[in-house]
Nanobody, 125 residues
Framework: QVQLVESGGGLVQAGGSLRLSCAAS?????????MGWFRQAPGKEREFVVA????????YYSNSVKGRFTTSRDNAKNTMYLQMNNLKPEDTAVYYC?????????????????WGQGTQVTVSS
């Protein structure tokens, strides 16, 4: 069993920045999981944000965040990060991290073995 805990959310003005973290614990071999960030705004479906491969060498971003968000991971610390810059009100959502055995499954179907509980990000205009 793997537990994922997100942190770093909060309230920020448009144009500001936040850095989210996703810490993994439990019976985990963190480096064997592809990781991803998803978000869900009120009244909307969950949306894919970004995926990162097991080694961190490959990333894939949604068009809505490309050029503004950057993901990374530190396998020695069992932690993944999401640096969010130039935030917009439409980025307001609960952000979830996910661990998956399949990189393409994560991107195409949101298929994940484990999910975090989410952290709220609110961007004011």
């Amino acid at each position: 069993q793997v537990q994922l805990v997100e942190s770093g959310g909060g309230l920020v003005q448009a144009g500001g920045s936040l850095r989210l973290s996703c810490a993994a614990s439990g019976r985990t071999s963190f480096s064997t999981y592809h990781m991803g960030w998803f978000r869900q705004a009120p009244g909307k479906e969950r949306e894919f944000v970004v995926a990162i491969s097991t080694s961190g060498s490959t990333t894939y971003y949604s068009n809505s965040v490309k050029g503004r968000f950057t993901t990374s991971r530190d396998n020695a610390k069992n932690t993944m990060y999401l640096q969010m810059n130039n935030l917009k009100p439409e980025d307001t959502a609960v952000y979830y991290c996910a661990a998956s055995y399949s990189y393409t499954g994560l991107i195409n179907r949101g298929s994940a073995a484990y999910w975090g509980q989410g952290t709220q990000v609110t961007v004011s205009s």
